[in-house]
């Protein structure tokens, strides 16, 4: 079946490309870019006014199966990424049984080949069940699927352990996914430390956990010269670190996540359980740094770190709520509030959608003839109301629910096939 | 007003509206029989989350001089124990429509929760470090009582401000006031960006204490010294114990406070706190005046 995508505006980043264009998919591949297409036989998208980019990845998600699939299974997470205009997903390896295991790694590809077509990379564990003291197989963890190893929602507390990962996982061009956190400093921490964790009286996690031990493993990386990538960055202290490394030449990419460009701690005066994240929402300061670490590139991707949690896990005491939000079905249009406050160009917002692909070393996040047909269409205009009640997801922990947003997916396209879609 | 969940959303008017009110509810309880019939037929619950003696004593004092029927919850035995969760007990307790219910928990924002999901009046009886409005009223009623005012007066606030609930209600509710406040302790019990609070910082407990009119203890948990927070009650009670040398850089009639339980010879030296400028007990009797003034506020006015 032949599909024609026509009117929309092109940013393909890669390409350094933003034109009004056609695309033709024929087969999951695309076939032709064309100001003129043969429309015989064709299914026609009117891509008016829309934008039309690679497939988005998310390189930072919890799908919570197996062991959790009350939080989210699989195929809701696949679908939410789907709504969110994802075409690749990254699932965190904190399931139950752990992803430190070769069985693990195949279930969870087994359960995404008879989702909707999303395609999903799981991170494998890095320490054997995240426990921090003995390497995970990561040489068969590779062989049965995983792209990359992390021990992400506890950070590598030995640091000889993380030498040690990050020299055998080279072996096998496995990446070091850092979760960096000083749980010494974070211990029986519920939010930011600053002013209001003082009038909002909680025990507060202090940015300097977080940027000391993205220090540490910047400096493996110098010392080992080998790669390493710095999930959830969240604070200015963490941006002074990575551009000091940075500037050395040293291999590190790192992400943020839309609710640290959009959010301060200031959201948990509520004592929304929706606003307990790890790491935790910052400083207006931290804020506003972080954007400008996304605008520079400093910051080179966007990541969700979407973790659902049941709503009556959720619906309890702040202290006792588990930390986490979902954020696949948000993240495009409370990115695009950035385009629309003039920080971002739309040729930036997809780039840091799709910058994901050279992280993790996986195919996409361009689109070219030969290509695999992932597509991303969307509009920076759309108006819509954000209610947590019609999430594809199973969970609906968003520190977003009724927020009025501007821009939204039209469609959602993988290997040519349509994975999601607001009007068609 | 509906609820009590802290001094932060109160105005000054709000504030001293109550102080007035338990002006008069401490002359009833100068009398010889001290109960009046205000709250006859009024439900109220205490559901202490944690421990506490003189709180909830006072509270359940108030009620009954008010005449309401009072019901008491402690956790352990409750469902809670069980694995009930906190919103269903607090729909359960719900269904048996009381008025009000009282409640003390140690995690900051809980009787926000519960005031979202009942219909009944909230008191705030302390919530983590967060607030204890009540106690930061009395201790105002007491202040105003002893000084006849609270305008421009310096108070100082020594010791473990951190974990302190007691703290923040009264930091906000003297600044609100026009109170001077100056707080004191080790680097460690000092949370982040208090001053912009609005009170003033000192490194030393006697540049704290000059020229104060009240000098407001708070007390340190000894269980917390595993925490680093201090390296021991001695070194504790060396540098930062309420002396009756600190005391001299006090103004000559500053008034000494403390909200209990207090550690005798850890942060306040047996000589003040028995002293004649003590208004330690007086705090206590207060407690009863002004919690009653909060309950017939809430609860009073409603079929009026």
């Known amino acids: ?424 | 007003m509906k609820h009590l969940l802290g001094i932060e959303n109160l105005n000054r008017d709000q504030i001293m509206n109550i102080l007035e009110t338990a002006v008069s509810f401490d002359e009833i309880n100068q009398r010889q029989i001290k109960k009046v019939p205000t709250l006859k037929g009024k439900t109220i619950i205490n559901f202490f989350a944690e421990p506490s003696t003189r709180t909830r004593m006072s509270f359940e004092v108030a009620e009954k001089r008010l005449s309401a029927d009072t019901y008491n919850i402690a956790v352990s035995g409750s469902a809670i124990e069980k694995g009930e969760t906190l919103s269903d007990t607090a729909l359960n307790l719900q269904a048996m429509q009381p008025d009000a219910m009282i409640i003390r928990h140690s995690v900051a924002g809980t009787p926000q929760l519960l005031a979202e999901i009942m219909d009944c009046s909230i008191i705030n009886a302390g919530d983590g470090f967060r607030e204890h409005p009540t106690q930061a009223l009395l201790d105002a009623f007491t202040i105003w009582q002893k000084k006849g005012k609270l305008e421009g007066l310096r108070i100082a606030l020594l010791g473990d401000i951190y974990h302190s609930r007691v703290a923040r209600s009264n930091i906000y509710l003297l600044t609100k006031m026009g109170c001077d406040v100056v707080i004191s302790g080790p680097g460690t019990m000092i949370p982040k960006e208090i001053e912009k609070m609005g009170v003033t910082v000192e490194k030393r407990p006697v540049d704290a204490v000059k020229g104060a009119d009240a000098v407001m203890m708070l007390r340190v948990q000894n269980e917390r010294a595993s925490n680093l927070l201090y390296p021991d009650v001695r070194e504790y009670a060396k540098f930062f114990c309420l002396t009756p040398e600190l005391l001299k850089y006090a103004k000559n009639d500053a008034i000494v406070m403390h909200p209990g339980p207090a550690n005798r010879g850890v942060e306040i030296d047996d000589v003040v706190m028995d002293g004649e400028r003590s208004v330690v007990l007086t705090q206590v009797a207060n407690g009863v005046s002004v919690r009653m003034a909060v309950l017939y506020l809430l609860l009073g006015g409603s079929e009026k």
Request: proline share 4%; with cysteine; aromatic share 8%.
């Open chain 1, 1 to 424: 079946m032949k599909m024609i995508i026509k009117n929309g505006t092109l940013v393909n980043p890669a390409k350094k490309e933003k034109k009004k264009t056609a695309i033709v998919i024929e087969n999951g591949l695309i076939t032709d870019i064309t100001d003129n297409p043969d429309e015989t036989g064709a299914k026609v998208v009117n891509a008016d006014g829309m934008i039309v980019a690679p497939g988005f990845i998310d390189i930072h998600v919890h799908f919570r199966d197996p062991g959790y699939e009350h939080k989210e299974d699989i195929h809701t997470g696949l679908m939410a990424a789907a709504a969110g205009g994802f075409t690749s997903v990254c699932t965190m390896p904190n399931t139950n049984p752990v992803a430190d295991n070769i069985e693990t790694i195949r279930y969870m590809l087994e359960r995404a080949t008879g989702g909707n077509g999303v395609k999903l990379y799981p991170v494998a564990a890095a320490s054997k069940g995240l426990k921090g003291e003995g390497l995970a197989p990561i040489g068969e963890l590779k062989e049965g699927g995983a792209i990359a190893v992390s021990d992400d929602g506890k950070p590598i507390k030995n640091t000889d352990l993380l030498k040690r990962v990050m020299e055998y996982g080279s072996s096998f061009d496995m990446k070091y996914i850092s979760h960096s956190e000083d749980t010494y400093l974070a211990e029986g921490g519920q939010m930011n430390e600053g002013f209001y964790s003082t009038i909002y009286g909680m025990t507060g996690i202090p940015v300097v956990g977080e940027a000391s031990q993205i220090a540490r493993d910047c400096m493996m990386a110098e010392y080992l010269d080998l790669p390493v990538h710095i999930a959830h960055v969240s604070c200015a202290m963490s941006v002074d670190v990575i551009r000091h490394y940075k500037k050395k030449g040293v291999k590190v990419t790192a992400e943020t996540a839309p609710h640290y460009l959009t959010l301060t701690d200031q959201a948990v005066g509520g004592f929304d359980t929706n606003t307990k994240i790890n790491p935790p929402l910052r400083s207006e300061n931290d804020r506003l740094v972080l954007i400008e670490a996304v605008k520079s590139g400093l910051i080179d991707a966007i990541a969700t770190d979407h973790a659902p949690h049941h709503q009556r896990e959720k619906e309890v005491e702040f202290n006792n709520a588990p930390f986490g939000i979902i954020g696949l079905e948000t993240a495009l249009p409370i990115v695009l509030k950035l385009y629309h406050e003039g920080h971002l160009t739309i040729e930036r917002v997809v780039e840091l959608f799709t910058a994901g692909y050279s992280i993790m070393g996986v195919k996409g996040g361009v689109i070219e003839k030969g290509a695999p047909a992932d597509v991303t269409i969307f509009d920076t205009d759309y108006q819509w109301t954000v209610d947590k009640n019609m999430f594809c997801s199973k969970s609906s922990n968003t520190p977003f629910h009724g927020f009025h947003v501007k821009g939204s997916v039209f469609a959602t396209i993988v290997d040519g096939k349509v994975v999601y879609s607001r009007e068609f």
